[in-house]
């Protein structure tokens, strides 16, 4: 078969394009995310390095991104991908309000709402578990003998992380600082900052430092039920921060960067974030027209964190897509990263599996997993996520998943709760989903 030099011409011009494209697209990638790249750390690539259609992808995600924000289902958001410890698609959409003043930044610290509760006490439980010092079937007065007369004092760790204990969902905490009137009570929260009165809550507003231990009272009263049941509940996230403190000797949020963050690199985690960073890196959520009666930004969202002094393993953790990838890698690695085991494999593993599917419970240990059987309306992730797959969601309008059988991370970060907890947009478009599977239909066959 003879080629003619203009065909010959045109081959080597469409080869020398798509060279200069996935060129470009490394750059870009390269330039936008600082990522550790030794040994089984996160690095960078391109969709077509690890088997994945770029131009669908791209096309596929920017569609349903633009379409999202201009439907203001949130102002801004941003989408991480890695796959094979690449990360090969990281973009931001949007600004940080609907001003259109700020673009959203690669770089932004989003508040990760419940995904706190796989980001903070869970890898240190995890951790703690791999050593031998923490062990799921013992009962909850073991590691909390605070609560040795309560009626969760039997309750056993695993299902009070498979949220198979029959806990409450949840308690209004702030409700009790308000008067019937709507006024503040007067031994619960003051304007000015004082030595009794010094967990801040607004720049005016403090709450007593005891209040603590009222939370602490309304959990170990709340009923149980006797049905043992797939109930979700953060009650016990509330808890695990104190757990964790007790059985390691250290503070609970020095432990936490000491032995999991910083052998990560992940040196944006952390809890009250603008003691480390400029409101203009953060992403503001709520107009709180209840409580705080002020519009949050930089602080974290959830009431009940708020009045633990934005420490707590329900809520309060903040950080980049970047930096979450570098946990959520960790986890996918087995528990090691950087060539160091900072989390034994045998943990990550017992907690990241379905704990009780003969209940019809689709938890794992902390983590949420895909439903036993697919639903789309009522499955939060892809139709195509395998049953090893792992994750979270957050109710500010963030969102996690791995999948070891397709060695896939995807992150969602927006904040759907700007400038009010009400738009429900981002579930009624199924936006986290639909972007979801368009990763696993981006995988070359």
């Known amino acids: 078969?003879?080629?003619?030099?203009?065909?010959?011409?045109?081959?080597?011009?469409?080869?020398?394009?798509?060279?200069?494209?996935?060129?470009?697209?490394?750059?870009?990638v390269e330039s936008e995310i600082s990522i550790t790249q030794n040994e089984n750390g996160l690095g960078v690539g391109t969709p077509f390095s690890v088997g994945m259609d770029s131009i669908f992808l791209h096309q596929k995600i920017d569609s349903i991104a633009n379409e999202a924000i201009e439907a203001k289902a949130f102002p801004g958001m941003q989408v991480l991908i890695a796959k094979s410890g690449k990360v090969i698609f990281h973009e931001a959409y949007g600004f940080h309000t609907y001003d259109s003043i700020k673009n959203v930044q690669l770089t932004d610290l989003?508040?990760?709402?419940?995904?706190?509760?796989?980001?903070?006490?869970?890898p240190a439980l995890m951790k703690l578990h791999g050593e031998g010092k923490f062990k799921l079937d013992e009962s909850f007065k073991t590691y909390f003998p605070k609560f040795k007369r309560s009626n969760k004092s039997d309750l056993t760790y695993r299902e009070i992380l498979a949220h198979q204990a029959?806990?409450?969902?949840?308690?209004?905490?702030?409700?009790?600082t308000i008067k019937k009137n709507g006024k503040y009570k007067w031994r619960t929260l003051k304007k000015k900052k004082t030595k009794n009165y010094n967990i801040k809550i607004t720049d005016n507003l403090f709450l007593h430092k005891n209040y603590k231990n009222r939370i602490y009272k309304a959990?170990?009263?709340s009923p149980v039920s006797e049905v043992k049941e797939y109930k979700y509940s953060g009650l016990a996230f509330y808890l695990f921060p104190e757990i964790v403190s007790e059985m390691t000797g250290m503070d609970y949020e020095t432990y936490l960067k000491k032995e999991i963050y910083e052998p990560l690199g992940a040196t944006t985690l952390t809890y009250n974030p603008q003691r480390f960073f400029s409101n203009d890196r953060i992403i503001p959520t709520e107009r709180d027209t209840f409580f705080r009666h002020v519009q949050i930004h930089g602080t974290v969202?959830?009431?009940?964190?708020?009045?633990?002094?934005?420490?707590?393993?329900?809520?309060g953790l903040f950080g980049t897509a970047n930096d979450l990838a570098k946990l959520v890698q960790m986890y996918l690695n087995g528990g090691s990263y950087g060539g160091k085991q900072i989390i034994a494999k045998e943990s990550i593993e017992e907690f990241t599996k379905y704990q009780y599917p003969e209940n019809e419970n689709r938890r794992g240990l902390g983590f949420d997993k895909p439903l036993l059987e697919y639903d789309f309306e009522k499955s939060s992730v892809a139709k195509d996520a395998s049953p090893s797959s792992y994750g979270h969601s957050g109710y500010t309008g963030t969102f996690v998943w791995v999948d070891p059988e397709y060695d896939l991370i995807y992150i969602f970060f927006s904040n759907r709760v700007f400038p009010t907890r009400n738009n429900r947009k981002i579930y009624e478009m199924n936006v986290r989903p639909n972007i979801h599977q368009v990763i696993y239909d981006s995988i070359r066959k």
Not at 16 to 23: D, K, S, T
Not at 166 to 176: E, F, N, S, V
Request: hydrophobic content about 45%; some cysteine; charged content about 15%.
């Open 166 to 176: 029959g806990l409450k969902p949840w308690i209004p905490y702030w409700t009790t």
């Open 219 to 221: 959990i170990c009263k």
């Open 301 to 315: 969202h959830d009431e009940g964190a708020i009045m633990m002094g934005g420490v707590s393993a329900n809520a």
């Open 110 to 122: 989003y508040d990760f709402a419940s995904l706190s509760k796989i980001t903070t006490a869970l």
């Open 1 to 28: 078969m003879r080629i003619n030099n203009r065909f010959r011409l045109w081959i080597f011009l469409l080869m020398l394009v798509c060279g200069f494209c996935e060129a470009q697209d490394t750059v870009k």
